[in-house]
């Protein structure tokens, strides 16, 4: 049973950064994959980063690349979303995700309901 958890979200001012953290169980790394997902309220899930547990692989949806990088911990079974230059239609509910390592392809299309286990989310908010 995988269990994920997420921190880091909170309120802040547009081109300002914040650091999200996905914190799995212990070694959720050697059978899944991991995933960021993002919901404004009224739209569907999105995809928008992912990084592959079999070759370290990313994934970045086109609109964040550039300004959002997703990075692991292995020893701390944690996955990290870095967003730098933030912006107002970044806010949303940020989820992490797992899916099983022979999926790598669905995560890269952001494709929600394959995933298999999601944490509860950590909303963001960025001001004008």
């Known amino acids: 049973q995988v269990q994920l958890v997420e921190s880091g979200g909170g309120l802040v001012e547009s081109g300002g950064s914040l650091r999200l953290s996905c914190t799995a169980s212990?070694?959720?790394?050697?059978?899944?994959?991991i995933g960021w997902f993002r919901q404004v309220l009224g739209k569907e899930r999105e995809g928008i980063s992912c990084?592959?547990?079999?070759?370290?692989?990313?994934y970045y949806k086109p609109s964040v690349k550039g300004r959002f990088t997703i990075s692991r911990d292995v020893a701390k079974n944690t996955v990290y979303l870095q967003m730098n230059g933030l912006k107002p239609e970044d806010t949303a509910v940020y989820y992490c995700a797992a899916i099983v390592l022979k999926l790598w392809t669905l995560c890269l299309h952001g494709q929600g309901p394959a995933m298999d286990y999601w944490g509860k989310g950590t909303l963001v908010t960025v001001s004008s």
């Open positions: 212990a070694n959720t790394f050697d059978s899944y994959h």
């Open positions: 990084i592959s547990s079999s070759d370290g692989n990313t």
